[in-house]
T-cell receptor, first 109, second 117 residues
Framework: KNEVEQSPQNLTAQEGEFITINCSYS?????LHWLQQHPGGGIVSLFM???GKKKHGRLIATINIQEKHSSLHITASHPRDSAVYIC???????????FGTGTRLKVLA | EPEVTQTPSHQVTQMGQEVILRCVPI?????FYWYRQILGQKVEFLVS????????KSEIFDDQFSVERPDGSNFTLKIRSTKLEDSAMYFC???????????????FGPGTRLTVT
C-alpha cells in the first residue's frame, strides 16, 4: 500500500476553473510538501506545510493533520499551470521525502 | 538565485558499465539526497548524506550504488555495473539543514536521464 495517495491521477480543466488536488497519507509526518514537475522533468517546490494553510499567488495549500489529508487548490487556472503536481511527506525521524504518484493536470485554453 | 545543478543531463550507457552522476548542491547546504524516477512511476528515495556519511538509504540502494562527496562542492552517485532496470531519471537534492523544519526543505536539481542499453 502506498504511504502517500493522490487523487485524481489525471485532471483536465478549462482555463479559469478552480482546481483541487487531494493527498492522503498513512504515516506520521513532520511536514508535507507540494511540488510541481514540468514535462522536462525538473521538480520545483511549491509549499512546505506542517499545519494550517499557505497561499502563494493563485495557489493555496491546506493540511488537516488529524485527518491526514492535504489539498492543493489552483484558482483561475491557466494553461501554464499544466504540469504534474506531486504530494510528498517527510516522516517523523527522517528527512527523506516519500512521494505520491502525482496528478497530471492539463488546463485547456 | 542559487540552484542545484546536475551533469550530464542525459547519459547513455551499456549494461554492465559503470556510470557516475554528478551534482553540485547549493553551496551552504549540508544535507544531500539522491532520488530516482523510473519512466511513468513515482519518485523514489535512494540515499541521504550528511557530514560525509550516509545517513539513510533505501532498499533500492544496494551494493552496486555508492555516493561520495569528493571535494567541497560535488556530490556523486556511482552505479558500478548498470542494469537495464537502472534506466531512470536521477534527481539530486540538497537542504540547508540548520533549523527544523524550514531549512530542511529540499531543493532539486534538473535531473540526469540515464538510459541503459
Amino acid at each position: 500500500k502506498n504511504e502517500v495517495e493522490q487523487s485524481p491521477q489525471n485532471l483536465t480543466a478549462q482555463e479559469g476553473e478552480f482546481i483541487t488536488i487531494n493527498c492522503s497519507y498513512s504515516v506520521g509526518i513532520s511536514a508535507l510538501h507540494w511540488l510541481q514537475q514540468h514535462p522536462g522533468g525538473g521538480i520545483v517546490s511549491l509549499f512546505m506545510l506542517s499545519s494550517g494553510k499557505k497561499k502563494h499567488g493563485r495557489l493555496i495549500a491546506t493540511i488537516n493533520i488529524q485527518e491526514k489529508h492535504s489539498s492543493l487548490h489552483i484558482t483561475a487556472s491557466h494553461p501554464r499551470d499544466s504540469a504534474v503536481y506531486i504530494c510528498a511527506v517527510s516522516t517523523s525521524g527522517t528527512y527523506k521525502y516519500i512521494f505520491g504518484t502525482g496528478t497530471r493536470l492539463k488546463v485547456l485554453a | 538565485e542559487p540552484e542545484v545543478t546536475q551533469t550530464p543531463s542525459h547519459q547513455v550507457t551499456q549494461m554492465g558499465q559503470e556510470v557516475i552522476l554528478r551534482c553540485v548542491p547549493i553551496s551552504n547546504h549540508l544535507y544531500f539526497y539522491w532520488y530516482r524516477q523510473i519512466l511513468g512511476q513515482k519518485v523514489e528515495f535512494l540515499v541521504s548524506f550528511y557530514n560525509n556519511e550516509i545517513s539513510e538509504k533505501s532498499e533500492i540502494f544496494d551494493d552496486q550504488f555508492s555516493v561520495e562527496r569528493p571535494d567541497g562542492s560535488n556530490f556523486t552517485l556511482k552505479i558500478r555495473s548498470t542494469k537495464l532496470e537502472d534506466s531512470a531519471m536521477y534527481f539530486c537534492a540538497s537542504s540547508e539543514a540548520l533549523f527544523w523544519p524550514h531549512s530542511y526543505e529540499q531543493y532539486f536539481g534538473p535531473g540526469t536521464r540515464l538510459t541503459v542499453t
